[in-house]
């Protein structure tokens, strides 16, 4: 994102927001785009745009920080989340009598990396242990997750988290927004 870019949507914010700015300085006025810019060096415009419009859609009465508006921008594009993967893990473990190693190849390549055959088996066999490595599961999960996220938003190579319909659908809709605010709609 540029400068410029970042001052577009500063000002979408100072409308949104009017009260979060009120008392800001000319300072504040001009630092703060620089250091959204520079925060989102890496990132499409119109990702960033796009979050820009949930958060505001959330109807919260605060403007947001910019961890928050990252936060949006890698759940726009993501593949996954711990609760998903879980989810289809425990759907293996219910539903696939044997065989458990094909079905761990079509999971994404962190639930590949955290649960093998072995596992499965012994969610199946053993009361209670797939509760007991549920919660092991979730924060490794996340942690290799948002390990790859900021590699992700550092290098600015987004497909690495990105699933290729989600991303190029944000992409899109992004695109039509930021059409849509140039001509005055």
């Known amino acids: ?17 009017p009260n979060s700015y ?85 999971l994404d390549d962190i639930t590949q990396r955290l649960v093998k055959s072995d596992d499965i088996r012994r969610f199946k066999e053993v009361e209670g242990a797939m509760e007991k490595a549920k919660y092991g599961f979730m924060q490794r999960y996340n942690k ?3 390990e790859r996220e900021d590699t992700a938003i550092k290098t600015g190579k987004l497909e690495m988290i990105a699933d290729t319909s989600k991303y190029q659908r944000a992409i899109s809709t992004a695109d039509l927004r930021l059409i849509e605010t140039k001509n005055g709609r």
């Open 1 to 17: 994102m540029t400068k410029e870019q970042a001052e577009a949507i500063m000002n979408v914010l100072f409308i949104a927001y």
């Open 22 to 106: 009120k008392n800001w300085k000319p300072v504040q006025h001009s630092l703060a785009p620089k250091l959204w810019a520079n925060h989102f060096q890496n990132v499409p415009v119109e990702l960033v745009m796009l979050a820009v419009d949930k958060y505001i859609d959330s109807d919260s009465p605060f403007a947001p920080s910019l961890g928050e508006i990252m936060t949006l921008v890698k759940d726009s594009i993501s593949r996954y989340d711990a609760d998903t993967a879980w989810a289809q893990v425990e759907w293996i473990v219910r539903n696939v009598p044997e065989g458990y190693s094909m079905r761990l190849k079509e």
């Open 144 to 146: 290799i997750r948002a």
